[in-house]
């Protein structure tokens, strides 16, 4: 063992398992790990609120199919924080999040110190799968592996590790513990087996797909190919099976055509999805005794639907066993179709206002696209099923919990996991307002990331919601905001565009240039007049 600080430990623990980025913000409480990271290989990316640095994280964690870092210090930045930890509990995705805490000799009765707060362990422990508080220098290294091992292990969710402030310059004889290799879980081999039998003799199979399953794209395909069967794509989902395929209905299981395929069907195969109400928005779809689900998570098993048959186990692996089950089957291109022209038709509906903007993005996206959504109108109506991904992970968007100001920080995160990607943020311009310092965050890591914002004057979706209502329109103008200004003010380009044909355009010189680009576009909607 080994003399370190415990702001060594810390980092070295970090290295040992694989980190390659922290996002956060130093603070008087945190000195110590900031000095470790600067003599470590680790890349400090510097945020402008602890907000930003979580959602940054989480696009990170997304797009590198590896938990994403977070380091604040104490009290209010943990705090700041929180909404981005509770959308990674939301959307299942890794996210470490470690903060100094009160020192070890602190009475705890609201003394007036620096950052004190009633109880920050409870406060994020609200919002996380755990947080844990370590008692020594020592224990450093252990809970990293501890948290690395759950974030890793069955259903992806965020940590949070407090390390009390005088620990992180103590110094002790320190073990750094090495990862903890996790074993795909495989189902039953009975449930299997009765999983296939009822697949292989289904004339009409469907497949739901979530983003439980982004690992296991490969897996999803040849599952889908051997049934011939269409496959419907959640928010999150998204991308798991590239939309030009021929078996791709398309995304936005809320869609009336959506329903109609899985009313019609005989088996329903649902992989990595919560089934949850904020994907099918108007109620549930009774699938009876025709559906199967694949899950890592026992409980979400019988979350919103009880299946005919639970498939305990990790999708990629329970995908590969289900493939080598299944006979050929040819059926299903031409049910695809038909479905695929019935949601493109229902989405068009929704998304009219935005199939123009749609349209002019189309053509920027390619295999190595992300594209980083917010929670718009312009995302989830224009987007979710109006703007075809071609990859996993292709679609970051903040279901559930739905935070405004995700998509910028995110978009940072993505980029920044895979430096040759194309990745965008699709931003609403009251959601920008929310993360926007982040562009000077994004300036200075030198990233080409066009942020297309889509302006209404305003929270259109409340403004129609009060106007649905009978209401005054109150507080909902947002006035007018020099965009691309700000933009420049922080360091990036920054372009207004008065013709939507532009767009394509605009974006492609983006992606070729040596920093960001904010790139306004004014909406015509029920919600900008």
Same mark, same amino acid.
């Given at each position: 063992?080994?003399?370190?600080?415990?702001?060594?430990?810390?980092?070295?623990?970090?290295?040992?398992?694989?980190?390659?980025?922290?996002?956060?913000?130093?603070?008087?409480?945190?000195?110590?790990?900031?000095?470790?990271?600067?003599?470590?290989?680790?890349?400090?990316?510097?945020?402008?609120?602890?907000?930003?640095?979580?959602?940054?994280?989480?696009?990170?964690? =997304?797009?590198?199919?590896?938990?994403?870092?977070?380091?604040?210090?104490?009290?209010?930045?943990?705090? &700041?924080?929180?909404?981005?930890?509770?959308?990674?509990?939301?959307?299942?995705?890794?996210?470490?999040?470690?903060?100094?805490?009160? *020192?070890?000799?602190?009475?705890?009765? #609201?003394?007036?110190?620096?950052?004190?707060?009633?109880?920050?362990?409870?406060?994020?422990?609200?919002?996380?799968?755990?947080?844990? =508080?370590?008692?020594?220098?020592?224990? @450093?290294? $252990?809970?990293?592996?501890?948290?690395?091992?759950?974030?890793?292990?069955?259903?992806?969710?965020?940590?949070?590790?407090?390390?009390?402030?005088?620990?992180?310059?103590?110094?002790?004889?320190?073990?750094?513990?090495?990862?903890?290799?996790?074993?795909?879980?495989?189902?039953?081999?009975?449930? $299997?087996?009765?999983? /296939?039998?009822?697949?292989?003799?289904?004339?009409?199979?469907?497949?739901?797909?979530?983003?439980?399953?982004?690992?296991?794209?490969?897996?999803?395909?040849?599952?889908?190919?051997?049934?011939?069967?269409?496959?419907?794509?959640?928010? &999150? !989902?998204?991308?798991?099976?590239?939309?030009?395929?021929?078996?791709?209905? #398309? *995304?936005?299981?809320?869609?009336?055509?959506?329903?109609?395929?899985?009313?019609?069907?005989?088996?329903? $195969?649902?992989?990595?999805?919560?089934?949850?109400?904020?994907?099918?928005?108007?109620?549930?779809?009774?699938?009876?005794?025709?559906?199967?689900?694949?899950?890592?998570?026992?409980?979400?098993?019988?979350?919103?639907?009880?299946?005919?048959?639970?498939?305990?186990?990790?999708?990629? /692996?329970?995908?590969?066993?289900?493939?080598?089950?299944?006979?050929?089957?040819?059926?299903?291109? *031409?049910?695809?179709?038909?479905?695929?022209?019935?949601?493109?038709?229902?989405?068009?509906?929704?998304?009219?206002?935005?199939?123009?903007?749609?349209?002019?993005?189309?053509?920027?996206?390619?295999?190595?696209?992300?594209?980083?959504?917010?929670?718009?109108?312009?995302?989830?109506?224009?987007?979710?099923?109006?703007?075809?991904?071609?990859?996993?992970? !292709?679609?970051?968007?903040?279901?559930?919990?739905?935070?405004?100001?995700?998509?910028?920080?995110?978009?940072?995160?993505?980029?920044?996991?895979?430096?040759?990607?194309?990745?965008?943020? $699709?931003?609403?311009?009251?959601? @920008?307002? %929310?993360?926007?310092?982040?562009?000077?965050?994004?300036?200075?890591?030198?990233? /080409?990331?066009?942020?297309?914002?889509?302006?209404?004057?305003?929270?259109?979706?409340?403004? &129609?919601?009060?106007?649905?209502?009978?209401?005054?329109?109150?507080?909902?103008?947002?006035?007018?905001?020099?965009?691309?200004?700000?933009?420049?003010?922080?360091?990036?380009?920054?372009?207004?565009?008065?013709?939507?044909?532009?767009?394509?355009?605009?974006?492609?010189?983006? %992606?070729?240039?040596?920093?960001?680009?904010?790139?306004?576009?004014?909406?015509?909607? =029920?919600?900008?007049?």
């Amino acid at each position: 063992m080994t003399m370190r600080s415990g702001g060594q430990a810390l980092v070295d623990a970090l290295v040992a398992h694989g980190v390659d980025t922290v996002f956060g913000i130093p603070g008087t409480h945190n000195l110590a790990a900031f000095a470790a990271l600067a003599a470590s290989p680790i890349r400090t990316v510097l945020t402008r609120h602890e907000q930003g640095a979580g959602y940054a994280a989480d696009g990170y964690a =997304r797009v590198a199919g590896r938990p994403g870092v977070c380091l604040t210090t104490t009290g209010p930045a943990i705090l &700041n924080a929180l909404a981005a930890a509770a959308q990674a509990w939301s959307d299942s995705v890794p996210v470490l999040f470690i903060s100094p805490g009160m *020192s070890t000799g602190h009475p705890g009765r #609201g003394n007036g110190l620096l950052h004190e707060v009633k109880d920050q362990h409870a406060a994020v422990e609200a919002v996380v799968a755990y947080s844990h =508080r370590v008692g020594s220098v020592a224990e @450093i290294p $252990l809970a990293v592996t501890y948290a690395f091992s759950a974030m890793t292990t069955g259903r992806p969710r965020p940590v949070h590790i407090e390390i009390p402030l005088d620990l992180l310059d103590a110094e002790a004889e320190v073990h750094i513990v090495a990862p903890v290799a996790p074993r795909p879980v495989e189902p039953d081999t009975a449930a $299997l087996a009765d999983a /296939a039998a009822r697949l292989a003799v289904a004339a009409e199979p469907v497949l739901i797909v979530g983003g439980g399953a982004k690992g296991a794209a490969t897996q999803v395909r040849t599952v889908a190919e051997h049934l011939d069967a269409p496959v419907l794509m959640t928010a &999150n !989902g998204k991308g798991v099976l590239d939309e030009a395929h021929p078996l791709a209905v #398309g *995304s936005g299981v809320h869609h009336p055509a959506a329903r109609a395929l899985l009313v019609s069907a005989d088996a329903v $195969l649902a992989i990595g999805t919560e089934l949850a109400p904020s994907d099918f928005w108007y109620g549930p779809v009774d699938l009876g005794d025709k559906l199967i689900r694949v899950d890592v998570d026992a409980a979400a098993m019988v979350t919103n639907a009880d299946p005919a048959v639970r498939l305990l186990g990790d999708a990629s /692996a329970t995908l590969a066993l289900l493939a080598g089950a299944l006979p050929a089957i040819a059926a299903g291109t *031409s049910r695809a179709a038909q479905a695929r022209e019935r949601l493109r038709a229902d989405a068009a509906a929704e998304g009219g206002p935005w199939l123009d903007i749609m349209a002019a993005l189309a053509p920027t996206i390619d295999v190595r696209t992300v594209v980083a959504a917010d929670s718009n109108m312009a995302s989830y109506y224009g987007a979710l099923s109006n703007l075809p991904v071609h990859r996993p992970a !292709g679609f970051l968007y903040p279901t559930g919990v739905g935070t405004l100001g995700y998509g910028l920080p995110a978009a940072l995160g993505a980029a920044l996991a895979e430096t040759d990607s194309r990745v965008m943020a $699709l931003m609403g311009d009251g959601g @920008i307002m %929310f993360t926007m310092p982040e562009l000077a965050a994004a300036a200075q890591q030198g990233v /080409a990331l066009p942020v297309v914002v889509v302006d209404n004057g305003g929270y259109g979706e409340i403004r &129609n919601e009060m106007d649905d209502r009978g209401e005054p329109l109150t507080a909902v103008a947002l006035g007018g905001v020099d965009f691309p200004g700000l933009a420049r003010a922080m360091g990036c380009h920054g372009v207004t565009i008065t013709e939507v044909s532009e767009l394509t355009g605009a974006v492609e010189t983006a %992606f070729a240039a040596d920093r960001p680009t904010l790139i306004h576009v004014r909406e015509h909607s =029920r919600a900008s007049q």
